[in-house]
């Protein structure tokens, strides 16, 4: 039984310094903003993944992601009986949704340790869609939910890369497209209705992000 565990534990360490040299393991932490002409201010976006990198240049991608999108505000009127505007109603939705992805990435070796690394993620998690209301004629402010549930992301990506021995240095960009699975429950000031509508299409934003990786 000593000898079990100790060709055991001698397999374990052969095992852990080759996975040491080859380093295809790697944990990475990326931070950015949501880059969008419906977004009003800074919007953060966190990634936190894991990837495994395979000989043939082919990865998988494991994390979670982070996002909270501040989108630009939208007004409506409020006129007298003359069509002069007797009044504004200010609102500013904000969008927070937190996943989970999953999804394959590919190696494109550029010059030396530079890469191209395009990724393709499935996100599951859940969203919610806040407004903050500001009346002009007693600058009263309030927030209210205008919805919450569950999403579906899909969210293709591209990496510039540049390779040291254990770290990793990245840009990455990311266009991601959210679905609501409960249909009908994230809604947005529609200005063109003047009331609260279903806006697909704010739902689906790009975002920068500046990161590193540890290699393992």
């Known amino acids: 039984m000593k000898r079990m565990l100790i060709m055991t534990f001698l397999i374990f360490l052969v095992y852990t310094g080759i996975s040491q040299d080859n380093k295809r393991n790697s944990i990475s932490l990326g931070f950015g903003s ?18 495994r990198d395979f000989n043939n240049g082919l990865g998988i991608n494991l994390g979670y992601r982070y996002k909270d999108c501040n989108y630009d505000e939208v007004c409506f009127l409020g006129y007298d009986d003359n069509g002069d505007i007797s009044s504004v109603r200010s609102n500013k ?18 010059y030396k340790d530079w890469f191209i690394v ?20 007693d600058n009263s402010v309030y927030t209210l939910t205008l919805g919450n549930g569950a999403d579906i992301s899909v969210i293709p990506s591209v990496n510039i ?13 990311s266009y991601e497209m959210l679905f609501e699975i409960d249909r009908g429950r994230f809604y947005m000031p529609n200005i ?15 975002d920068l992000k500046l990161g590193v990786a540890f290699k393992f």
């Open 34 to 51: 949501v880059v969008s002409t419906k977004i009003e201010s800074f919007s953060p976006v966190m990634d936190v993944c894991y990837r």
């Open 93 to 110: 939705p904000n969008l927070l949704n937190k996943s989970f992805i999953a999804g394959l990435t590919y190696n494109l070796k550029l």
């Open 118 to 137: 395009p990724m393709f993620n499935i996100g599951v998690g859940y969203g919610r869609v806040k407004n903050t209301v500001t009346h002009s004629w």
């Open 161 to 173: 890369e540049y390779n040291f021995d254990r770290i990793r240095l990245f840009c990455s960009y």
């Open 192 to 206: 063109d209705v003047d009331w609260y509508t279903i806006l697909g299409d704010y739902y689906f934003v790009g």
